[in-house]
């Protein structure tokens, strides 16, 4: 069962950067497409980036021009990097497969954002 840990989260101020990580304990990503996803408080967990098996990228328009998601197939690591962090950007964040697989579901790692 291959299993998937989030970091790098932290705490920033608005117009900040940060750069999350996704280790994959199989190599999934060269078979399925990969997104972040996030939660924030009350709201139900949203798709933001996505990469397919063939390393096409899409994006939600929350985040667009902001975030890229990328993924280094050697490392067997996902990864996703915020720029121009603003407050509505502070969720917990994941990554999973596309659509989703439930039992790939990890611990997420904290993003927030203060203005």
């Known amino acids: 069962q291959v299993q998937l840990v989030e970091s790098g989260g932290g705490s920033v101020q608005a117009g900040g950067s940060l750069r999350l990580s996704c280790a994959a304990s199989g190599n999934i990503f060269t078979i399925h497409a990969m997104g972040w996803y996030r939660q924030a408080p009350g709201k139900q967990r949203e798709l933001v980036a996505t990469?397919?098996?063939?390393?096409?990228?899409n994006y939600a328009d929350s985040v667009k021009g902001r975030f890229t998601i990328s993924r280094d197939s050697a490392k067997i690591t996902l990864y996703l990097q915020m720029n121009s962090l603003k407050p509505e950007d502070t969720a917990v964040y994941y990554c999973?497969?596309?659509?989703?697989?439930?039992?790939?579901w990890g611990q997420g790692t904290q993003v927030t954002v203060s203005s």
């Open positions: 990469i397919l098996a063939d390393g096409y990228t």
């Open positions: 999973n497969r596309v659509p989703v697989y439930p039992n790939y």
